[in-house]
């Protein structure tokens, strides 16, 4: 089992930043992947970063350049640097986890077991 909590939505102005942070706990081989993912408004829920245990990334082209996901395994938190925002950013943003290990990390929502809660981000002027 693999617990999930998001924190650091908000709203934004449109080029703004923002950072999502997941602190994660449970058993390490059920999260060798982990990722974070949104669902904006009347739209599927899509992948936008993923990284594996071994800090291999993979990113959305969407976000490629303008969004960093990483993790500090000290202290069990995923992040997700945002910049260069956008409106079309805004959406709910969940962190997810699974147990398999692929590289590039794999991006389809379809694939992750755990979830988190989800944080709000919104980005408008």
């Known amino acids: 089992q693999v617990q999930l909590a998001e924190s650091g939505g908000g709203s934004v102005q449109p080029g703004g930043s923002l950072t999502l942070s997941c602190v994660y706990s449970g058993d390490a081989l059920s999260r060798r992947s982990m990722g974070w993912f949104r669902r904006a408004p009347g739209k599927e829920r899509e992948g936008v970063a993923s990284i594996n245990n071994a800090d291999h990334t993979n990113y959305a082209d969407s976000v490629k350049g303008r969004f960093t996901i990483s993790q500090d395994s000290g202290n069990n938190t995923l992040y997700l640097q945002m910049n260069s925002l956008k409106p079309e950013d805004t959406a709910i943003y969940y962190c997810?986890?699974?147990?398999?290990?692929?590289?590039?990390?794999?991006?389809?929502?379809?694939?992750?077991?755990?979830w988190g809660q989800g944080t709000q981000v919104t980005v408008s002027s």
């Open positions: 997810a986890a699974r147990s398999s290990w692929t590289s590039p990390p794999n991006l389809s929502p379809n694939l992750y077991k755990y």
